[in-house]
């Protein structure tokens, strides 16, 4: 299991996902995409599961497909999901210090994507499709314009008070 987490799969669970298409191969990332929408990420025992119910299917097919797409997480994620955009317009206008002050107020380390509580998971892409907008954070699709260090502190804190 990656980052040394325990298993808790729910085989009903994804045995109802995979009768909703009819066990049909045609549909494996439809089927990844729906498991990756409950358990936020795709569970290494979920992928092998599929490959072995799934005929025409093996886990390591499985595996090649999650791996290919940047849309699936092999990691868990947080409940609230960061993303930083470090395109060029946002670089030129201080994506990294949004980006240091994120990993400074969640107490991440360099590589650490998700905090320890599971609450948020931070991670940088290339591109947003919002450079007129730059720096520009998504949190869980909301777009967060022209982000400073204080004003992503402020996203933060109010976020961190909703769960408390």
Request: charged share 20%; proline share 4%; hydrophobic share 35%.
């Amino acid at each position: 299991m990656t980052n040394g987490c325990q298993s808790s799969i729910n085989y009903r669970e994804i045995d109802s996902i995979l009768e909703d298409f009819d066990y049909n191969k045609s549909y494996l990332i439809a089927m990844l995409q729906k498991i990756q929408e409950i358990y936020k990420y795709l569970p290494e025992d979920a992928m092998t599961y599929i490959g072995e119910k799934v005929d025409g299917l093996s886990p390591a097919t499985v595996y090649g497909v999650a791996t290919f797409y940047a849309q699936f997480s092999l990691e868990p994620k947080g409940k609230f999901e960061i993303k930083v955009c470090d395109g060029t317009a946002c670089h030129v206008r201080g994506s990294m210090p949004v980006l240091n002050a994120i990993r400074n107020k969640l107490g991440l380390k360099e590589g650490q994507l998700t905090c320890d509580n599971g609450l948020f998971s931070l991670e940088t892409v290339s591109c947003l499709g919002a450079c007129g907008l730059a720096p520009v954070v998504v949190i869980n699709d909301k777009v967060y314009p022209q982000m400073t260090s204080d004003a992503i502190s402020i996203v933060l804190d109010t976020l961190l008070k909703e769960e408390n």
